[in-house]
């Protein structure tokens, strides 16, 4: 019975150290996608409270403070929704080279969105713009959508000059019957 026991305790601590080596390392490139998929599932089920916890805190200072970027992104859902548009998924791609400027990090994030409209589905690629200020622990979001590098530093000047926005591109369009 003793040799059992302890056999039972050798197999949980081998299965404890299999873990251990096998559990793939935290990098920033990791951090960044699953933080950006929490910003993204968010979006997706309308949950505006997480998604400004995500969203860099001068985007929503620009836009009137917390409770005014809520609102203005509850009136831009509610229009989709009433116009028959709907997010089906956010996707990332691999986060671009993390560029140090000042005290932050920042890197581009690409991402593809899929929606669905009455007349079919709509596939764009656009990409985020991913800040940090503590090192990598946390990482907050500026979309590109529809700007430049230049118009963004515009209200965020310690934006790098060395971050590349993707250039915009036609969106896919499948029509469905």
Not at 1 to 7: E, P, R, T, V
Not at 15 to 35: D, F, L, R
Request: glycine share 6%; hydrophobic share 40%; with cysteine.
């Amino acid at each position: 019975m003793k040799f059992l026991h302890i056999a039972v305790i050798s197999l949980f601590v081998f299965a404890a150290c299999n873990k251990m080596e096998s559990s793939e390392p935290v990098t920033p490139a990791k951090v960044i996608t699953s933080t950006a998929d929490k910003l993204n599932t968010a979006m997706i089920n309308q949950d505006f409270e997480t998604f400004a916890k995500y969203t860099h805190p001068k985007v929503i200072e620009v836009l009137g403070g917390a409770q005014k970027f809520k609102e203005m992104m509850t009136n831009g859902a509610k229009g989709m929704n009433d116009a028959g548009v709907r997010f089906i998924s956010i996707t990332n791609g691999e986060p671009g080279k993390i560029i140090t400027k000042d005290n932050e990090l920042q890197t581009i994030l690409p991402q593809t969105i899929e929606m669905k409209t009455p007349t079919g589905r709509v596939k764009t690629k656009t990409a985020l713009i991913a800040i940090s200020s503590d090192n990598g622990k946390t990482w907050h979001f500026v979309d590109t959508f529809n700007s430049d590098l230049k118009r963004l530093q515009v209200m965020m000047p310690n934006l790098s000059n060395e971050l590349v926005i993707p250039a915009p591109q036609p969106p896919e369009v499948v029509l469905e019957k």
